[in-house]
């Protein structure tokens, strides 16, 4: 009989931790990756030998760092498993690190995400399958061509597309784990280096290097080791889907969001409206239009309309990518998917500082990786 | 006519005598119809061997989407240049480059046929490649 997070034992966010996103430096990925997790244990008021699993996605580092990275902490002799699933490696290491504590296999588990920017190959480029223009096709224009196709069908503006970045990096300039930290006029962001289709270089994350880490426990694990209950956020909601076959196949990134959240609700027990707060995969403007939709915050064709009226505004019905989303916090692909679930954590918290959406209960995590597969998790006071 | 060489042989024919060109693609048993030809297995229903049968898909489609390349990671990649979705009068969905000016915006629903066009090779030979371009713009048949 398969079951859903919430068929198991409650499992909580007690630690968050940050390595701020940067572009690529001198920095070892050791010191990005220590920074975020000795935060992390500080935020719990853990030690680290409390620590029983560790996590630890990457997607560009080379094969195996974990261990190299985590006995500075001290070799205590803990499980460590790497998790590399494209975007979503931190939301496919953050789900393991849950389903381990919520199967009571351990109390206290930690997922990590730390990455630095290097060029690796894509599996897909090694099927042997050939492709008309995939050395063309890069995921800027794959976006660019859903831009084109999406303000096509609804008849707006493209230029309206760039009020998603002008939000983000308007929210991004309040983070300080962010990598850019810069508010941004439409001006600026529509005049901007052309990219691809209507994109700028400011519509599109700066894929950087960086760390984040989240830490979560089972109720035993939060008594046994005194971790203050009032702060633990609960995570109610899992769900992973892959790409399917669709009538539209280029819209499989939308698809798969709309899937998966509906999947990731349904475990919750709760609806689109309920929701304070969502983090979402916006590595280009268009993404957060299309999965806002699709996730059924707004009605189809209406996410600028919704936009345009502060809906998604920190203070808005549902502030949507508070962080500053990836276009503004940054994408270093390993650390995202977890950093995502510590800004809804902090959030939930009422720990956001400038960025605090007022009485947030209920956030959604969602990231989308090539291959394409989706992640979505929901957390709740 | 003389003979051509083709950049990617598995995916594309040469013109036929009418002109047209065709794209490599298959067809399962189950019926779903696929671009380009490849025998590991059906993506919808898992079948494999014979029940994958190599078809040729005729060279026309229709714009869904359209896009001007500004910036790009190869260099040796000119730009600018225009890639669209083109969906294939056979049923796949294809990426693809256009062959249209960068300043002009079709619509989606463009009629577009398939056409080669000449492309430099990576030690200056000239090689065919696949276009797709509006229909109404392709003459010497097939539009």
Known sequence: MPSILRDLKPVYVVGVGFHRYQYLSETSYVELGLTAVRQALADANIEWPAVESAYVAKALLPMAPG??????????????????????????????????????????????????????????????????????????????????????????????VALVALKNHSNAAKNPNAQRQKERTLEEIINGTQISGSFTSLQCTPVGEGAAAVIVASED??????????????????????????????????????????LALQQAGCDAADLDLVELHDAFTIEELEYVERMGLCEPGQAIFALKEGQFNIGGRCAVSASGGLIGMGHPIGPTGIGQVGEITRQLRNEAGERQQPSAKKGLAHMVGVGAVCYVHILEK | MSQLRLLKPNLYTSPDEKGDIQLMGGRCSCGYCFFPMQHYGCEQCGAKGDELKAVPLTGKGELV?????????????????VVGSVR????????????????????????????????????????????????????????
């Open chain 1, 67 to 160: 261990r190299p990275m985590l006995r500075h902490l001290g070799s205590h002799g803990l499980p460590i498993a790497h998790v590399e699933n494209a975007s979503a490696s931190g939301s496919t290491a953050f789900r393991h690190a849950c389903y381990e504590v919520a199967a009571g296999l351990t109390d206290v588990s930690l997922a990590v995400g730390v990455d630095k920017p290097a060029k690796v190959l894509r599996g897909e480029s090694l099927t042997g399958i050939p492709h008309l223009a995939n050395d063309a096709i890069v995921p800027f224009t794959h976006f660019a061509l859903l831009a084109d196709e999406y303000a096509n069908k609804y008849g707006i503006d493209l230029d309206d």
């Open chain 1, 221 to 262: 694990g939060i008594k046994q080791l005194g971790i203050d209950a009032s702060r633990a956020i609960r995570v109610t909601a899992s769900a992973a889907c892959s790409q399917r076959l669709y009538e539209n196949a280029a819209s499989f990134d939308a698809e798969l969001t709309e899937e998966t959240t509906r």
């Open chain 2, 65 to 81: 989407s359209s896009a001007v390349v500004h910036k790009h990671a190869d260099e040796r990649r000119q730009t600018p240049f």
């Open chain 2, 88 to 143: 294939l009068t056979d049923g796949p969905v294809v990426r693809t480059l256009l062959d249209v000016d960068t300043d002009v915006r079709l619509a989606p629903g463009t009629e577009l046929t398939a056409v080669l066009v000449d492309v430099e090779g990576k030690e200056s030979e000239t090689f065919q490649d696949l276009r797709f371009r509006p229909s109404r713009l392709v003459t010497g048949g097939g539009a």
